[in-house]
């Protein structure tokens, strides 16, 4: 005979395709009942537009299908509320955040496109117009604003809250000032989602008007926690040319998307390049690879950045190009960037 309970235990096994986690437990498989060998459930998805959706459908088929005595399976679908939504990540009291005006998370839905620079520049860029400006390096698995700003001081605490380090005008924090020099973090799960917690909340960050996040490249629990622990937090997604690249920002801003999270615009990085033997900008990795996004998503795109040597040697050497060349070619893109990003959000 079939019960309700076997019908749990068989899908609790089968997981989101992107929090990788019980459908079940994240509370998307509901109402479930048995009407002789029928079995009728709900499936809650987090957005009506959901890509995945299809593949759900078709595995809690497959699982509760395979079960004795059951022939056949009818799942009507539905879409979480707000509050749902809110459940999957509970936000937390972040103390240190109370005088933080706004928060710009820089994303990637891959490694490697350069994120970190323009975390790093578009924070100065925006301290040189005179605004108040902090940086978080929430990249718990590979934290490098530290050797891109020559940040070798640990903090500072104070009434169990940590103090940021000042350096180039900005308050600046990472995982990698408070960790043994070299040595890897080996974080997962609730882990990370815990440091990540403790570095927005746990920091003095006083009064900004910006505090600028770089979070870890691709999907994972780190961007999903920074994202929903702090309210409107708005999200600049980095990409570079390449088809591989922007296949992955999709999915990022899909995600983003899902939890009803703020995307402010695209940059895209690594655009082209002067190589001096031509007035014509080369593009190594094609080019409009940022302008496809912004007309697929409707978002805006802030900013094509060149492939510079100025910029490649800034993060060498713990002086960032919107310090040592702030009135260069890159230079001036970054400005524009950090006016549009003003513009936006006031």
């Known amino acids: 005979m079939v019960d309700e309970q076997r019908i749990r235990d068989a899908v609790k096994g089968v997981l989101d395709p992107e929090l990788k986690k019980s459908l079940l437990d994240l509370g998307m498989i509901r109402d479930i009942h048995v009407e002789n060998s029928l079995v009728r459930l709900t499936l809650a998805l987090t957005t009506s537009k959901c890509p995945k959706k299809e593949a759900m459908i078709a595995e809690i088929r497959r699982v509760v299908g395979e079960l004795t005595g059951v022939t056949g399976v009818e799942i009507q679908l539905t879409t979480l509320s707000k509050e749902d939504l809110q459940g999957l990540f509970p936000q937390h009291p972040l103390v240190g955040l109370g005088k933080v005006r706004h928060v710009v998370a820089v994303a990637s839905g891959k490694g490697g496109v350069g994120k970190t620079t323009i975390a790093v520049n578009v924070a100065l860029a925006l301290a040189g117009m005179g605004k108040r400006v902090g940086l978080l390096d929430a990249d718990v698995y590979g934290p490098s604003v530290p050797v891109m700003l020559a ?196």
């Not at 190589?275 to 190594?284: K, L, M, S, V």
């Not at 978002?299 to 060349?325: F, Q, T, Y």
């Not at 702030?326 to 959000?345: C, H, L, N, Y």
């Open 151 to 346: 940040v070798n001081d640990s903090p500072e605490w104070e009434n169990q809250m940590m103090i940021p380090v000042e350096k180039f005008g900005l308050r600046i924090m990472s995982l990698g000032m408070i960790t043994e020099k070299g040595q890897p973090v080996v974080w997962r799960g609730p882990l990370v989602a815990k440091a990540i917690n403790q570095l927005l909340g746990q920091v003095m960050w006083g009064d900004l008007d910006y505090l600028v996040v770089d979070l870890p490249p691709g999907t994972g629990d780190p961007s999903i926690t920074v994202a929903q622990s702090i309210p409107h937090a708005s999200v600049l997604m980095v990409t570079t040319p390449q088809e591989v690249a922007l296949a992955d920002v999709r999915r990022s801003i899909q995600l983003f998307n899902k939890f009803n999270i703020s995307i402010i615009g695209l940059v895209e990085n690594m655009s082209y390049f002067f190589c001096g033997h031509t007035e014509n900008p080369i593009e190594i990795f094609g080019r409009g690879g940022g302008k496809k996004l912004s007309e697929e998503f409707g978002l805006p795109l802030l900013g094509e950045i060149p492939l510079d040597r100025e910029i490649g040697k800034g993060g060498d050497s713990g002086v960032p190009l919107m310090v040592s060349a702030p009135d260069s070619e890159p230079g001036r893109i970054f400005q524009v960037m950090a006016e549009k990003i003003i513009k936006i959000t006031q």
